[in-house]
């Protein structure tokens, strides 16, 4: 169960195997030892567990980086579409969270005092360009027109707020800018380039197009949405625009799964990766209506990219160094005696789970990623893959049987 305080016990994790922690996974097992100061004091194998010390079992199950999660909303109470950070956080195994423009200038010192501040795990944030954020999502609308925009404030609001905040958020698509088109996404790319910070771009109904987006973005910059199957803003349904998305990953653009409520295919994502082109990152995407739909959690995400063919080592680094460059979390020797200890412990099991993507396409995962638990210092969480109380199809009038 998780821990009701937070402890300041030594912690002994024993019998785990590393991965992604810049080195080849590992087959052989080993035991790590972390000290009350929250930091690697030995790592080995036998390791006698210290007077006191709070003991993990791995069992030989895996131990990566704690997971990142680069899209999610978090900003409960301040929008109505954020989940409460501990319902996608270290008890789904997630060590770091990366709010995706939940709030904007107007209203991110709300979400740093209410839910940045007091959260057990790490928050970042990216900025939403729209004064207000995603207060009423896809009903007021963060960016109907040039007033909805505040370059002076939005400078202000990042150099008060340089620890918090990693980048700007655009949302382009029609829901949203109504027939604006592409002009957001070129403000935010001048506003992040003055700020020397990334941009993420939401991608979805045109326009704006994906296809000038990417036009727009550099190095470091970030799709998300990137797999999505939605008419006009597919990459398999223009191959033109596959050689676009494939040609700017290899110049360092990142493309992020955000799988969300609408934005996720099994078939996009199996013949992108088939094609050789992977995600950069994977991100669920979770709020109050993605969540209980298909999305459910940062494992089954996971778990969803690895049954359409993208390698075990890729998913667990997508979920952790690839995030980790994003929002510069320094991950230089994290399994070294003196590191800081962050971890999460997780099963790779059997299983015949049915799922769904955004578009009611349904599949059965047969391995699944199982966050046993989160460590933040010698702050131990018990964590599970959440289910949703009733599993149903998003769409009815879409589903159909991907595999
Ligand atoms: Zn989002």
């Not at 791995?58 to 990566?64: L, M, T």
């Not at 939940?102 to 004064?131: D, V």
């Not at 625009?241 to 799964?257: K, Y």
């Amino acid at each position: 169960m998780p821990t009701a305080t937070r402890s300041t016990s030594p912690v002994l994790i024993s019998n785990v195997k590393p991965v992604a922690f810049g080195m080849a996974a590992s087959s052989e097992t080993v035991d790590i030892l972390i000290g009350s100061d929250g930091t690697i004091a030995a790592i080995g194998n036998g390791l006698a567990a210290p007077e006191g010390a709070e003991r993990i079992d791995g069992k030989g199950g895996w131990i990566s980086p704690g997971w990142i999660d680069l899209h999610a909303h978090v900003w409960h109470g301040g929008t109505d579409i954020s989940v409460r950070p501990q319902l996608c956080g270290m008890e789904r195994g997630v060590t770091t969270i990366v709010d995706a423009g939940s709030a904007g200038e107007a209203n991110f010192h709300g979400f740093r005092e209410y839910i940045i501040e007091p959260a057990r795990e790490r928050i970042k944030a990216f900025l939403n360009l729209g004064s207000i954020g995603l207060v009423a999502c896809n009903r007021v609308s963060e960016l109907s027109d040039i007033r909805s925009i505040d370059i002076d404030r939005i400078i202000a609001c990042y150099q008060e707020n340089r620890e918090h905040i990693v980048g700007l958020k655009v949302r382009a698509s029609h829901v949203i800018t109504g027939s604006w088109g592409v002009t957001p996404v070129k403000l935010g790319k001048k506003i992040a380039k003055i700020l020397k910070i990334p941009m993420m771009v939401h991608v979805g109904e045109p326009p704006a197009l994906y296809d000038e987006v990417l036009e727009i973005l550099g190095p470091g910059d970030i799709v998300t949405h990137c797999f999505n199957g939605k008419a006009g803003s597919s990459i398999i349904e223009d191959e033109d625009l596959f050689e676009l998305a494939e040609r700017c990953a290899g110049e360092g653009i990142r493309l992020d799964i955000g799988h969300g409520g609408a934005s996720f295919s099994f078939r996009v994502a199996e013949v992108a990766i088939a094609r050789g082109l992977l995600p950069f990152s994977i991100s669920t995407d979770v709020h109050l209506r993605s969540m209980n739909q298909s999305v459910w959690d940062l494992g089954t995400t996971m778990s969803k990219l690895l049954s359409v063919g993208m390698p075990f080592d890729k998913v667990v680094e997508a979920v952790t160094q690839a995030p980790a460059s994003v929002i510069r979390l320094p991950m230089d020797n994290l399994l070294g005696v003196g590191a800081r200890a962050e971890f999460t412990l997780f099963d790779l099991v059997d299983s015949e789970l049915r799922v769904f993507d955004s578009l009611g396409a349904e599949a059965h995962l047969n391995r699944l990623f199982e966050p046993r638990y989160a460590v933040m210092g010698t702050d131990v969480v018990a964590a599970n893959r959440y289910q949703p109380p009733h599993v149903e199809c998003p769409d009815h009038s879409h589903g159909y049987s991907y595999r």
